[in-house]
């Protein structure tokens, strides 16, 4: 694959054989989530519970080509890298509408979990679980050339009982070259680096030179968001909030928190990108910090696990699992939840289309 600034077009966009999803043998069932870009439903293919994301097509030649090309992109980064952390892909197909199919994660969003917590804050353990999952997932795209662009709450999957955090969402996401130039004001305004933002504002389609630490800091604001269980930039909007990061170099507040923390954050979210850890670095502070906190068993988490920068990650890695006692970590739908009530929202995805 060329770089992440490749556009593709319907013409050139090629899926492997066995990524292919055929439409007669999925059926979709009910809405559970909605975006710009995309519908998300509950559906069933091959037997299997699933998560149906069926992309808007755009009206214009332009944006059907823009929307087609997101698609491409989003396929391609899914069907490269597996990681526990990561969303399972299951396949895609094309025609008669672009549909990404992949498991099912009865969690919801990490952002809804949080939102039905306020204003109660996670347990430490768990937030600093999460947190690891998180940069696990990260270290391992990073590993991979990949610059996932929009990391936030909404863009994390939990599992069933909440016991895992996977990524999801790779629309935004793009190969990172040495020479690459890619496109400015990409993401979400609340959680991006403030080096995708220019001392003038930016023509649309105007490029930029940033790298893979765009991540780090979006990363440190959704660990602030962990560990407070509030919204970063509290009572500004989001405009207001990206430009106080970007020309003022306002940060939530560090305070407060356990120095080792403070540190993960302050460092993350700095001003300069090559100033950031990588994601190798940040996991290795937050295994530190919970072997301080409460001493693991010998075996539970391995003192030296990233020996170098972007080293390519085994699929099982330590994170929520390290910090929580025995678990069920199957993503099955459990028996039951798809019942005669269920199955009645269930309609052929094929007669549909």
Same mark, same amino acid.
């Given at each position: 694959?060329d770089s992440g600034?490749?556009i593709?077009?319907? @013409?050139?966009f090629? &899926? @492997?054989?066995?990524w292919?999803?055929?439409?007669?043998?999925?059926?979709?069932?009910?809405r559970?989530?909605?975006?710009? %870009?995309?519908?998300?439903?509950?559906?069933k293919y091959?037997?299997?519970?699933?998560?149906?994301k069926?992309?808007h097509?755009g009206?214009?030649?332009?944006?059907?080509?823009?929307r087609?090309g997101?698609?491409a992109?989003?396929?391609?980064m899914?069907s490269?890298?597996q990681h526990?952390?990561?969303?399972?892909?299951?396949?895609?197909c094309?025609e008669?509408?672009?549909?990404?199919v992949?498991?099912?994660? /009865?969690?919801?969003?990490?952002?809804k979990?949080l939102?039905?917590?306020?204003?109660?804050?996670?347990?430490?353990?768990?937030a600093?679980?999460?947190?690891l999952?998180?940069?696990?997932a990260m270290?391992?795209l %990073?590993?991979?050339g990949?610059?996932?662009r929009?990391?936030?709450?909404e863009?994390?999957?939990?599992?069933?009982?909440?016991r895992?955090?996977?990524?999801a @969402?790779?629309?935004?996401?793009?190969e990172?070259? /040495?020479?690459?130039?890619?496109?400015a004001?990409?993401?979400?305004?609340?959680?991006?680096?403030?080096? /995708?933002?220019?001392?003038?504002?930016l023509r649309?389609?105007?490029k930029? %030179?940033?790298?893979h630490?765009?991540?780090?800091?979006?990363?440190?604001i959704v660990?602030?968001?962990l560990l407070?269980?509030?919204?970063?930039?509290?009572?500004?909007s989001? &405009?207001?909030?990206?430009?106080?990061?970007?020309?003022?170099?306002?940060?939530?507040s560090?305070?407060n928190?356990?120095?080792?923390?403070?540190?993960?954050l302050?460092?993350s979210?700095?001003?300069?990108?090559?100033?950031r850890?990588?994601?190798?670095?940040?996991?290795?502070? /937050?295994l530190?910090?919970?072997?301080?906190?409460c001493?693991?068993?010998p075996t539970?988490?391995p003192?030296?696990?990233?020996?170098?920068?972007?080293?390519?990650?085994?699929?099982?890695?330590p994170?929520t699992?390290s910090?929580?006692?025995?678990? @069920?970590?199957?993503?099955?739908?459990?028996?039951?939840r798809?019942?005669?009530?269920q199955?009645?929202f269930?309609?052929?995805f094929?007669?549909?289309?």
């Open positions: 694959m600034s490749r593709y077009t319907a @013409d050139e090629k &899926l @492997d054989a066995k292919l999803i055929d439409p007669k043998h999925l059926f979709v069932g009910p559970i989530g909605e975006g710009a %870009h995309a519908k998300v439903y509950e559906g091959k037997n299997q519970t699933v998560a149906i069926i992309l097509k009206e214009t030649p332009e944006e059907i080509a823009k087609e997101r698609f992109r989003e396929v391609a899914l490269r890298v526990k952390n990561l969303v399972k892909f299951i396949g895609a094309k008669p509408v672009m549909v990404i992949t498991e099912l994660l /009865l969690g919801g969003t990490l952002r979990y939102l039905n917590m306020r204003p109660r804050c996670l347990d430490m353990r768990i600093i679980g999460f947190a999952d998180i940069a696990c270290e391992c %990073h590993s991979r990949i610059i996932h929009d990391l936030k709450p863009n994390l999957l939990l599992t069933a009982g909440n895992t955090v996977k990524l @969402d790779f629309g935004l996401a793009r990172e070259t /040495l020479t690459e130039m890619m496109t004001e990409t993401g979400t305004y609340r959680w991006m680096a403030p080096e /995708l933002y220019s001392t003038v504002t649309q389609g105007e930029k %030179h940033y790298n630490k765009v991540d780090a800091y979006s990363f440190a660990l602030w968001e407070h269980n509030k919204l970063p930039f509290e009572g500004m989001n &405009l207001q909030a990206a430009y106080a990061a970007a020309f003022k170099n306002v940060r939530p560090a305070e928190l356990p120095e080792e923390l403070a540190i993960i302050t460092s979210w700095k001003e300069d990108p090559n100033a850890p990588n994601f190798s670095e940040i996991i290795q502070m /937050l530190n910090f919970i072997s301080g906190m001493p693991p068993e539970a988490i003192p030296r696990i990233f020996a170098s920068e972007n080293s390519i990650m085994a699929p099982e890695s994170g699992s910090l929580m006692g025995v678990r @069920d970590d199957s993503e099955e739908t459990p028996k039951g798809t019942d005669k009530k199955r009645s269930f309609f052929c094929d007669q549909c289309y």
